[in-house]
T-cell receptor, first 113, second 113 residues
Framework: EPEVTQTPSHQVTQMGQEVILRCVPI?????FYWYRQILGQKVEFLVS????????KSEIFDDQFSVERPDGSNFTLKIRSTKLEDSAMYFC???????????FGPGTRLLVL | DQQVKQNSPSLSVQEGRISILNCDYT??????FLWYKKYPAEGPTFLIS?????DKNEDGRFTVFLNKSAKHLSLHIVPSQPGDSAVYFC????????????FGGGTRLMVKP
C-alpha cells in the first residue's frame, strides 16, 4: 500500500539554524500539507500546497517557514531560523484531490536546543 | 481555538465490548469529518470519514455517526480489540479553507483483554 514517507525521523538543531524537513507524498496525490504537534498539544495545520503554490496557511506559518516541491517526488518544509518553540513533531500529508482523505507520514521529531 | 473538541481524554473498555468516542464541533461550515488513530511516535492513520450529507458511515468494526443539529460526531468500535488501543483524533474540514484539517485534542482508548 502506498504511503507517505518523511526524512529524517529525528532532527536536533541549535536555535537560529536552518532546517529542512523532507517528505515524499503518495505518487498520484496532488495536494500536500504540513502539520505539527507540539508535545501534549493538538495537531495543528501549517500549510497546504497545490499546483506549485500555497493554497492556505495558518498563523503559525510565518516568514520563517517556506515550502517547496523541488522535483516530481519531494515536498519540503524549511524553517529558516529555528526557535525553541519550533520543537515539535512535524507531519507531512497528501491527498489525491482537495476533498479526499489526507494520508499522513510518520513524522519528523524536531528538537531545537 | 476550540473548534473541534474531544471532551474525554481517555476511555477504558473491555475487549469485545463497544467503544464510543465522542467529538463536538462549533464551526457550522465544517462539512467533512474524519477519524484518525495514532500510535506513539507514528503519524495519524486514517480510519473512517463522513460527509455532512450523511448521518452514518460504516466500515467493518468502525461506524461514525454525525448529528449536525447537535454538531456532534461519534466513533463506534464493535467489538473492541486490544490492538485498538491508541489515541483517536477527530478532524474536520470545509471546502473554502484550503482543505486544512482542524483536529480535536484526542482520546486515548485502552482496550483491556
Amino acid at each position: 500500500e502506498p504511503e507517505v514517507t518523511q526524512t529524517p525521523s529525528h532532527q536536533v538543531t541549535q536555535m537560529g539554524q536552518e532546517v529542512i524537513l523532507r517528505c515524499v507524498p503518495i505518487s498520484n496525490h496532488l495536494y500536500f500539507y504540513w502539520y505539527r504537534q507540539i508535545l501534549g498539544q493538538k495537531v495543528e495545520f501549517l500549510v497546504s500546497f497545490y499546483n506549485n503554490e500555497i493554497s492556505e496557511k495558518s498563523e503559525i506559518f510565518d516568514d520563517q517557514f517556506s515550502v517547496e516541491r523541488p522535483d516530481g517526488s519531494n515536498f519540503t518544509l524549511k524553517i529558516r531560523s529555528t526557535k525553541l518553540e519550533d520543537s515539535a513533531m512535524y507531519f507531512c500529508a497528501s491527498s489525491r484531490t482537495g476533498r479526499e482523505t489526507q494520508y499522513f507520514g510518520p513524522g519528523t521529531r524536531l528538537l531545537v536546543l | 481555538d476550540q473548534q473541534v473538541k474531544q471532551n474525554s481524554p481517555s476511555l477504558s473498555v473491555q475487549e469485545g465490548r463497544i467503544s464510543i468516542l465522542n467529538c463536538d464541533y462549533t464551526n457550522s461550515m465544517f462539512d467533512y469529518f474524519l477519524w484518525y488513530k495514532k500510535y506513539p511516535a507514528e503519524g495519524p492513520t486514517f480510519l473512517i470519514s463522513i460527509s455532512s450529507i450523511k448521518d452514518k458511515n460504516e466500515d467493518g468494526r468502525f461506524t461514525v455517526f454525525l448529528n449536525k443539529s447537535a454538531k456532534h460526531l461519534s466513533l463506534h468500535i464493535v467489538p473492541s480489540q486490544p490492538g485498538d488501543s491508541a489515541v483517536y483524533f477527530c478532524a474536520a474540514s470545509y471546502n473554502n479553507a484550503g482543505n486544512m484539517l482542524t483536529f480535536g485534542g484526542g482520546t486515548r482508548l485502552m482496550v483491556k483483554p
